[in-house]
């Protein structure tokens, strides 16, 4: 009788894989991993795209959950700390909300103000303003 499928034949495996679920380390500490979380956002800025918070922190191996977020964004924080004496364009913008595509609160209350920024955190002046910033992370990455 054949295996069941998933079960010793490897769909099992090619299914998590390519459902995201790798062999990485799936508690807390990939959430705070910087070296991990900024390759996952190099990869998004060289090809071109933003990553939404669930996607990224399904991408770690959680399920969406505001502590989760938080603690996320934590981690963002200190990648674009890190990269900013380097003269890199700040990575945390690329990481959005599934819903309107826009960073949420803090990192409006950080990185937007540190990067002038004064206006509402949604609407057209925002999505233009957020697209900005993304774009000078991808021609910036484009070719590194």
Same mark, same amino acid.
């Given at each position: 009788?054949?295996?069941?499928? &998933? /079960? &010793?034949?490897?769909? =099992?495996? *090619?299914?998590? $894989?390519?459902?995201?679920?790798?062999?990485? @380390? !799936?508690?807390?500490?990939?959430?705070?991993?910087?070296?991990?979380?900024? *390759?996952?956002?190099?990869?998004?800025?060289?090809?071109? /795209?933003?990553?939404?918070?669930?996607? =990224?922190?399904?991408?770690?191996? /959680?399920?969406?959950?505001?502590?989760?977020?938080?603690?996320?964004? !934590?981690?963002?924080?200190?990648?674009?700390?890190?990269?900013? @004496?380097?003269?890199?364009?700040?990575?945390?913008?690329?990481?959005?909300?599934?819903?309107? *595509?826009? @960073?949420?609160?803090?990192?409006?209350?950080?990185?937007?103000?540190? /990067?002038?920024? *004064?206006?509402?955190? $949604?609407?057209? $002046?925002?999505?233009?303003?957020?697209?900005?910033?993304?774009?000078?992370?991808?021609?910036?990455?484009?070719?590194?």
């Amino acid at each position: 009788m054949p295996p069941a499928s &998933g /079960h &010793g034949d490897g769909t =099992l495996s *090619r299914w998590l $894989e390519a459902n995201g679920y790798d062999e990485q @380390p !799936r508690g807390p500490d990939a959430i705070a991993d910087v070296a991990r979380v900024r *390759r996952l956002l190099l990869d998004a800025a060289r090809a071109g /795209h933003a990553v939404s918070y669930s996607g =990224l922190l399904r991408d770690l191996g /959680h399920r969406f959950t505001r502590p989760k977020m938080r603690a996320l964004c !934590r981690t963002l924080d200190a990648i674009d700390r890190q990269a900013a @004496p380097d003269g890199e364009p700040p990575l945390a913008v690329l990481v959005v909300r599934e819903g309107d *595509r826009l @960073p949420g609160q803090g990192w409006w209350l950080g990185a937007a103000q540190a /990067h002038g920024y *004064r206006g509402a955190w $949604e609407g057209a $002046e925002a999505v233009a303003f957020v697209r900005a910033q993304q774009q000078r992370a991808f021609d910036f990455w484009a070719t590194r």
